[in-house]
C-alpha cells in the first residue's frame, strides 16, 4: 500500500533562512510526487510537481523539489523564506497502478518570524 | 472560473442525524475525491471515484456513503453521524490520463461539520 512521511511536524524560521521539508514515500511502482500549501483558513494548492524527467522541479513562489528515486524521497526547498510562506505543506503521492488514489502525508506546519 | 464546488461550507448535526455533503467540478475532469482534514492528521481518504460510473473505499471509509452522479458531481452521505465525524471535509478532481499519470488535484473550499 502507498504510504507518506513526512520529518518534520512543526517548522520555526526566521525570515531570509533556508528551508528544507522532507518527504518520504512508501510504493513499489512509477509514482507522480506533488507538494501543496494550504494557508490558514484556506483549502490546499498546487506548489509542484513530478511525474518524470529532470528530477529537479520548479515551482511558485520560488519552491523547488528533488525527486530520489534511491531514497524514495521528494523533499522541498526554498532558499530564502518570507513571513508570507507561513503555511501548512503537504506531501502526496499517486501511484500509477493500485486504483490511482492520491495519498498525502501528514503535514509540516511551517511559521515564518518576521 | 468555479472549479470545484462544495456545499455546504458549514453544518452542525446532532448524533444519529444523516446528511450529504455535495461536489460538483466544471473541469471536465474524469476523477473525484473526497478526503477527511483534522488537525496533526493530514488529508485522508474517504471514497474516490476514478471515472464515472465507479466508486472506491479509501483509508477512512467507514460511517460514509458516496454517489457520482454524472461526470460533474460527486457526493458524500453520512447515514448516522457520529462525533468523531466533527472534520473538514474537501472535495477533489482531476484528470487521470489513459497511460496512468494523473494531474494535480483540484480542491473546494471545504465543508466544515460539527456532530453533537
Known amino acids: 500500500a502507498q504510504s507518506v512521511s513526512q520529518h518534520n511536524h512543526h517548522v520555526i524560521l526566521s525570515e531570509a533562512a533556508s528551508l528544507e521539508l522532507g518527504c518520504n514515500y512508501s510504493?513499489?511502482?512509477?509514482?507522480?510526487l506533488f507538494w501543496y500549501v494550504q494557508y490558514p483558513g484556506q483549502h490546499l494548492q498546487l506548489l509542484l510537481k513530478y511525474f518524470s524527467g529532470d528530477p529537479l522541479v520548479k515551482g511558485i513562489k520560488g519552491f523547488e523539489a528533488e525527486f530520489i528515486k534511491s531514497k524514495f524521497s521528494f523533499n522541498l526547498r526554498k532558499p530564502s523564506v518570507q513571513w508570507s510562506d507561513t503555511a501548512e505543506y503537504f506531501c502526496?503521492?499517486?501511484?500509477?497502478?493500485?486504483?490511482?488514489?492520491?495519498?498525502f502525508g501528514a503535514g509540516t506546519r511551517l511559521f515564518v518570524k518576521a | 472560473n468555479a472549479g470545484v464546488t462544495q456545499t455546504p461550507k458549514f453544518q452542525v448535526l446532532k448524533t444519529g442525524q444523516s446528511m450529504t455533503l455535495q461536489c460538483a467540478q466544471d473541469?471536465?475532469?474524469?476523477?473525484m475525491y473526497w478526503y477527511q482534514q483534522d488537525p496533526g492528521m493530514g488529508l485522508r481518504l474517504i471514497y474516490y471515484s476514478a471515472s464515472e460510473g465507479t466508486t472506491d473505499k479509501g483509508e477512512v471509509p467507514n460511517g460514509y456513503n458516496v454517489s457520482r452522479l454524472n461526470k460533474r458531481e460527486f457526493s458524500l452521505r453520512l447515514e448516522s453521524a457520529a462525533p468523531s465525524q466533527t472534520s473538514v471535509y474537501f472535495c477533489?478532481?482531476?484528470?487521470?490520463?489513459?497511460?496512468?499519470?494523473?494531474?494535480?488535484?483540484?480542491f473546494g473550499e471545504g465543508s466544515r461539520l460539527t456532530v453533537l
Open positions: 510504493y513499489g511502482g512509477t509514482v507522480n
Open positions: 502526496a503521492v499517486i501511484g500509477n497502478t493500485g486504483g490511482f488514489k492520491t495519498i
Open positions: 477533489a478532481s482531476t484528470h487521470r490520463w489513459a497511460g496512468g499519470n494523473t494531474g494535480e488535484l483540484f
Open positions: 473541469m471536465n475532469h474524469n476523477s
